[in-house]
């Protein structure tokens, strides 16, 4: 019996010795709701980074990541829900999704001191005054006009642009105020703005109203659905405006909703494309993808994004020196200067003053249904 | 035990006005509310975070049931109101220097004046004419949301910081839970003694027959409008509780979704009954939870689907309200009942 009682306490001690406690990380995903087309790809994306972590890596000095991944289907209180259960859990850091959810988390975050990644890139929250513990990897939508803006200025005769969007926090957030002050800032005439719904299926009025002033370019925060409709419906007009969208309008579902209509459309986006294979983090991510899902042949930006955005946190983690904790990963992610993704993004900062990872980006355009990229990356100022 | 005599025996007023009619039922009430303030010294931060949902959206169902239950009157509105009564409170607390406590209040308070104004067409219109009517005041508040940033903080949002009382911080999901009991236990005692009172009695004449009411002598475009400020009132509290719970309000909070959530919220507990509101508060809070529970460890065990359970959770959640509806059209609340009536006789029902 006391033989026996020997055994099983050597076996605690000696398996406590060899598996050390896994590392929780808590995510947000959305599977179900209403941006669920892209948020797919983009929790493959977060997943396939933290098996990649887990077996080849090793995990995180010895310790493996367990994703608590939820789909909380684009409603609020369900990931304020989630979120509570992930600190029941005792998670070290969460990796969020929408606008809407991430800003109602922000008190709770900074209260509890868990560094929170967000897959929204709405500026106001990179200020680490009001939201010390939100993190951004990819530019901000503020940054992605003001990049478009900027572009417009140097490649254009006329300066004139237009903006379109959707009447929500999503739409208004990149244009009003920033890229309207940066517009008057730079001398680009914002001589329209229109709202086109998410979910619409005509935008010819709109775009009839926007052809009176002939803006030059016009800059799009929508999502795919939306922007095919405007393009169309541009294409139907014989419009010659020019179309910039942010960047949850660009990318190859946009081709196969639009069609012809989508050649000569340009996107900002700060993330690399999967059939750019010159690019190192994209190359690896093709060898990733033939080795654990033999049968995917291509993979949205989405994935991409989800995937370099958890590389930054859990590159993070592995840099974070002493316990994890929020304080000390906080300050890992603070003192990352010119962190390479692999090339998927522009070399990524924190510092204590900006949570914005990410400040440059690439233009990239819409040839003959091929995406291609028509600039180097350009940085917001 | 809780049994009551049977025929009428009562020989004051007072006994006859009692809500609870015995000594047995009237314990078991006092036991539950120190019960509800004991555990949360025993429960971790997700339970005490269900609980304060709970707590908010049963004060927000209580008001919605005056209006709808009570009153009957629809509103598809009611999502917008409790927004008004979360900015309000905002707005208040940001430029005054009162007390959170006395701010909730007054953010019902507005929040009654507005509901007031969108219930001016129920004089005139009824029914589906009405819900639609209520429906424009769900659009136009959530349009005023997303425009006013001078009040509402536009598309950012309206921010706090966490309140206190007493100098004690209420920044935690405990501390936060006894605030939301309290103002829980005040409302929902308010709305009980309400319903008693000639205005509650006349709320119901009007949802039974309002010909009949106003043949009657009762000033029915009044008692309408004082419905929907009443209704409205609760819709402000619940909405300023959850400003003070959150610390952060943007207009994707107040969807024309909370408003059909706090509308189920009603018809699944029960029209016209308080407990009815208190039951479908809980069901409708903790329904999704439950479903993500089920579906995140079905997943576990069949990876390969997890797609699949996602979206089977979704239908889920249609499909049990549609079984409510077909099962129990009168709400948990009737079900309460019957099973209390079965114990009543239990062993020898017949």
């Known amino acids: 019996m006391k033989r026996l009682l020997l055994v099983i306490v050597m076996l605690a001690i000696f398996s406590g010795a060899v598996f050390a406690e896994p590392i929780k990380i808590g995510a947000l995903f959305d599977l179900t709701g209403g941006t669920a087309d892209v948020g797919k790809p983009y929790a493959e994306g977060v997943r396939d980074c933290v098996r990649w972590f887990n077996e080849e890596k090793n995990g995180i000095d010895g310790r493996q990541i367990e994703l608590l991944g939820v789909d909380y289907a684009y409603k609020i209180p369900q990931a304020i829900a989630a979120y509570k259960n992930f600190m029941r859990q005792d998670v ?26 967000s897959a929204s890139y709405s500026e106001h929250l990179t200020d680490p005054d009001k939201a010390p513990y939100n993190f951004l990897v990819g530019a901000t939508y503020s940054d992605q006009a ?101 960047n949850w309008t660009f990318g190859k579902t946009l081709i196969e909703l639009a069609g012809e209509a989508a050649n000569g459309f340009y996107g900002t986006n700060s993330f690399a494309m999967w059939n750019q294979t010159d690019v190192e983090g994209i190359k690896f991510l093709h060898e990733l993808n033939a080795k654990y899902h033999p049968d995917v ?46 090339g998927l993004t522009a070399p990524v900062s924190f510092s204590k003053d900006s949570h914005k990872g990410v400040t440059a980006l690439k233009l990239y355009q819409i040839q003959n249904g091929e995406i291609k990229s028509v600039s180097d990356y350009i940085s917001a100022d | ?87 309000a409170a905002a707005y208040i607390f940001n430029n005054t220097d009162l007390n959170f406590l006395i701010v909730i209040p007054l953010a019902g308070l507005v929040t009654a004046a507005v509901g007031m104004f969108f219930g001016i067409p129920s004089l005139r219109l009824k029914g589906l004419y009405l819900s639609i009517a209520t429906l424009a005041a769900q659009f136009i508040l959530q349009f005023f949301f997303v425009r006013a940033e001078f009040i509402t903080g536009g598309v950012s949002g309206a921010f706090v910081n966490f309140p206190s009382v007493f100098g004690v911080s209420i920044n935690s999901d405990f501390s936060f839970y006894f605030v939301g009991l309290i103002f829980t236990i005040i409302m929902l005692l308010a709305a009980k003694n309400l319903i008693r009172t000639k205005t509650g009695r006349i709320f119901l004449s009007i949802r039974d027959n309002y010909i009949a009411a106003e043949a009657m002598g009762v000033n029915v475009f009044k008692y309408k409008i004082i419905s929907f400020g009443i209704s409205s009132f609760y819709a402000g509290v619940a909405g300023a509780l959850w400003l003070f ?37 809980v069901f409708i809070t903790l329904l999704p939870e439950f479903l993500r529970f089920a579906a995140d460890n079905l997943s576990q065990i069949y990876p390969a689907v997890t797609s699949a359970f996602a979206a089977i959770r979704e239908g889920a959640f249609g499909i049990v309200i549609i079984l409510f509806l077909l099962l129990e059209p009168e709400g948990l609340a009737k079900r309460w009942n019957l099973i209390k009536a079965y114990w009543k006789l239990w062993p020898y029902s017949h």
């Open chain 2, 245 to 281: 719970y959150l610390t952060i309000i943007t207009p994707e909070h107040f969807t024309i979704g909370v408003s059909i959530q706090y509308l189920s919220m009603v018809i699944i507990g029960g029209l016209g009954s308080l407990l009815g509101s208190i039951f479908g508060a």
């Open chain 1, 297 to 342: 042949k291509y993979r949205a930006v989405n994935y991409v994004q989800g995937f370099s955005s958890m590389y930054v946190l859990l590159s993070a983690l592995e840099k974070t020196e002493g316990e994890l904790t929020g304080e000390n990963i906080k300050a890992a992610l603070e003192s990352m200067k010119n962190f390479s993704t692999m």
């Open chain 2, 1 to 87: 035990m809780n049994y009551t005599n049977c025929g009428n025996f009562k020989t004051s007023y007072i006994k006859d006005a009692a809500i609870f009619q015995t000594k047995f039922s009237l314990i078991m009430i006092y036991s539950f509310i120190v019960l509800t303030f004991i555990f949360p010294f025993f429960a971790n931060t997700y339970y005490l975070y269900l609980c304060n949902t709970i707590f908010i959206a049963i004060i927000g169902a209580a008001g919605l049931n005056i209006l709808t239950g009570f009153t009957g009157l629809i509103s598809l509105g009611h999502g917008a109101f409790i927004g008004v009564g979360a900015y």
């Open chain 1, 146 to 246: 003001r990049i478009a803006l900027k572009y417009i200025k140097e490649n254009s005769e006329e300066d004139t642009a237009a903006f379109i969007y959707n009447d929500s926090g999503f739409g208004r957030s990149p244009f009003f105020p920033d890229a309207e002050n940066y517009a008057k800032k730079i001398g680009v005439d914002v001589v329209d703005t229109e709202i086109v719904g998410l979910k619409a299926l005509d935008a010819t009025s709109q775009l009839l109203n926007m052809q009176k002033k002939n803006p030059a370019y016009a800059l799009i925060q929508e999502t795919y659905m939306a922007t095919s409709t405007i393009l169309k419906d541009a294409q139907k007009l014989d419009l010659d405006t020019k179309f910039i969208g942010l």
């Open chain 1, 92 to 117: 070290v850091a969460v990796h969020g999704w929408g606008t809407g959810d991430t800003e109602a988390l922000t008190k709770f975050v900074s209260r509890d001191k868990i560094p929170y990644f």
